[in-house]
């Protein structure tokens, strides 16, 4: 790394301030005390996405596209963690690194790089989703309380998060988390393995059915909305890096010009790999459940959720194979997921709001208390804003669709962004492997396929047509 990028890191005390050094934990046992930014971003991971978009494929499609399932979840997680690798080492939060980027425009005061540029718009269609999962978990409450309007529920709920959201603190925000990931979890893998006792139970023939391959193409749109959406999407890669910002990662690793600084940087990276691998074994298991649900339930009842009783109808995957009494299990678990979902991603997207405003040449980058005011200030308006969005159009499942398949186009972006940053800024004593980088660029290549399915399937052919 160069000496410019260390009197960078000295510069921003968000991510790494004098005298923060601190030696890596050694063994599993002393590592698992420093996890946490998993399960705040778990919040986000197994929400919405899980629930009802994966839900809503395996209703429409059956078990035939299980594998695409499983690859949404598994495939972007490499990314995740290579790009908290850099943020790590170089004391870049995410918005700064991705202002690395070549090819820049001039914005505001200053100029941006063209990712930046993107993301800014992509801001938009990232709230209408959050209107759709705010209006999702009124619905889940209407569930537990019916004499309580799905409207009203979702405006108490938005008031609920500001006052928890303001306050601005990370640890209360993992206190929050750690209960509710636990229990939509554990929910949908208690409904899936006792479902085997129904009249839903899922044939051997039907799970392999899942593994051959097919990708049948009147469910393209479904299943692009599900890959942006199910696993670590943009928003939430994004959000992670911030997380480990403030769970202190960069500041115990220190200034790269300090002694013993490999070594804490390797050690470092190790305890974020593994904090990464706690989140993918939690969407994992929350979201596989969730597709066998819909596939085996919904689809042999010929239901797929959408509008106004979106919730209702994913509902009766828990009351067909548990009885009538489960749904206030599902009640409780869907709750969970979809206010969990609003908490980590309001929380995480607005601590990315003030780096936008940064490198717009708008608020100096050493002001930290300005960072905290920028972040509550969000964190107290975009629930209203989400809460007036699911007013207009009160169908959760439309506006989660429109947002995850804008979140996947934004996909290869975060790809070829950790390629080229790994390669020009990154200190060459911490760089990946070969394997690892060529599996970014397999990512990469298949995200930017994926990216132009999208946009010919969900702009150019609508438009031609």
């Known amino acids: 790394m160069s000496s410019s990028t260390s009197v960078e890191q000295k510069s921003d005390p968000y991510t790494v301030r004098e005298g923060g050094a601190t030696p890596p934990p050694t063994s599993w046992r002393t590592r698992i005390r420093y996890l946490g930014p998993s ?141 509710l990931v636990l229990v939509f979890t554990g929910a949908t893998l208690v409904c899936a393995i006792l479902m085997q006792g129904t009249e839903f139970a899922v044939t051997r023939a039907e799970l392999a059915s899942g593994f051959t391959f097919s990708f049948p193409p009147e469910f393209i749109v479904a299943a692009m909305a599900v890959y942006g959406y199910t696993g670590v999407n943009s928003a939430e890669t994004s959000a992670y890096q911030y997380w480990c910002v403030e769970k202190g990662y960069p500041n115990f690793i220190g200034r790269s010009d300090a002694p013993g600084w490999e070594a804490r940087a390797r050690g470092w990276i190790r305890v974020m790999q593994t904090d990464v691998w706690v989140t993918l074994v939690l969407l994992t298991c929350a979201t596989v459940p969730f597709y066998l649900l819909g596939a085996g339930v919904l689809k042999k009842l010929g239901k797929e959720p959408d509008g106004l009783e979106t919730i209702s109808m994913l509902s009766e995957m828990f009351t067909q194979t548990l009885g009538p009494w489960s749904l206030w299990l599902f009640g409780v678990g869907a709750f969970c997921i979809l206010f969990s979902t609003m908490f980590s991603f309001i929380g995480g997207e607005a601590r990315y709001i003030p780096d936008y405003i940064m490198e717009l040449g708008y608020l100096k980058r050493q002001n930290v208390d300005a960072r905290r005011v920028w972040i509550r200030g969000y964190c107290a308006v975009v629930p209203i804003f989400c809460f007036v969005v699911y007013m207009w159009i009160q169908n959760p499942r439309l506006l989660i669709t429109i947002s995850s398949l804008v979140a996947g186009m934004l996909l290869p972006i975060q790809s070829g962004a950790v390629l080229w940053l790994q390669k020009n800024r990154m200190d060459p004593r911490v760089r990946p492997g070969r394997g690892i980088r060529a599996g970014i660029w397999a990512i990469f290549l298949v995200e930017l396929a994926l990216a132009g399915l999208v946009i010919r399937y969900v702009v150019v052919e609508p438009f031609l047509n």
């Open 39 to 179: 399960v705040v971003i778990s919040g986000a991971i197994v929400g919405s996405g899980e629930m009802i978009l994966t839900s809503t494929l395996g209703a429409a499609a059956g078990f035939v596209l299980l594998w695409w399932v499983l690859l949404s979840c598994w495939i972007k997680s490499l990314i995740q963690a290579e790009l908290a690798r850099y943020t790590l080492v170089s004391g870049d939060t995410y918005v700064r690194a991705m202002n690395r980027l070549p090819f820049r425009i001039r914005i505001g005061r200053g100029h941006v790089s063209f990712a930046v540029a993107i993301a800014l718009i992509a801001l938009v269609p990232g709230l209408l989703g959050m209107g759709g999962i705010i209006g999702g978990a009124g619905q889940a409450l209407t569930l537990l309380v019916p004499e309580v309007p799905a409207t009203l529920a979702a405006g108490v709920l938005a008031v609920i998060t500001i006052a928890v959201l303001t306050t601005g603190s990370y640890r209360l925000l993992e206190k929050v988390m750690l209960p």
